[in-house]
């Protein structure tokens, strides 16, 4: 957990985290707006060096761990997209974490997969990463995305 006078840009690089550059939309929005003492990010799906790191739908064929993998990855596109907008050490709190879950008829491990996101920003954030948070099934994402994660902070 960080230490209280520890940045998250410090605790970022202690951990040998390197936020990515912020994926381009792939739709008519912005990947983050700041309304007052909050940001919300659009959905971010699991982009590594502009390309989607896996497809599919869990339950058929996506495995859980590579699912939860791939929320923790959208989960570092949402803090890029914060610290473009704001700046990531302007962060007091992760407020709520939506997370979409491509499932096939039958798959009820939502929350599960969603894990991948809330455990990292734990990780990263310790106590101003814990969050309330939905865990969604649905039909299909966009471009076949697994997963796709929304968050809202509080920022100074």
């Not at 914060?82 to 979409?100: C, M, S």
Request: hydrophobic content about 50%; aromatic content about 4%.
């Amino acid at each position: 957990m960080a230490e209280a006078t520890q940045t998250w840009s410090e605790r970022l690089a202690e951990l040998g985290i390197a936020l990515p550059a912020v994926a381009a939309p792939v739709a008519a929005y912005v990947p983050a707006v700041r309304s007052g003492n909050h940001v919300y990010t659009s959905g971010q799906l699991p982009f590594v060096d502009g390309k989607l790191a896996l497809t599919g739908k869990l339950g058929a064929g996506v495995s859980d761990e590579d699912a939860k993998a791939a929320a923790r990855t959208c989960a570092l596109n949402a803090l890029a997209a914060i610290d473009a907008l704001v700046g990531i050490d302007n962060v007091v709190r992760v407020v709520k974490v939506v997370g979409f879950v491509a499932s096939a008829e039958g798959f009820t491990g939502q929350p599960g997969v969603i894990n991948g996101a809330s455990e990292f920003l734990g990780e990263v954030l310790g106590d101003a990463g814990i969050h309330a948070r939905s865990a969604v099934g649905v039909a299909e994402l966009p471009l076949g995305s697994p997963v796709e994660v929304e968050l809202i902070v509080e920022v100074r």
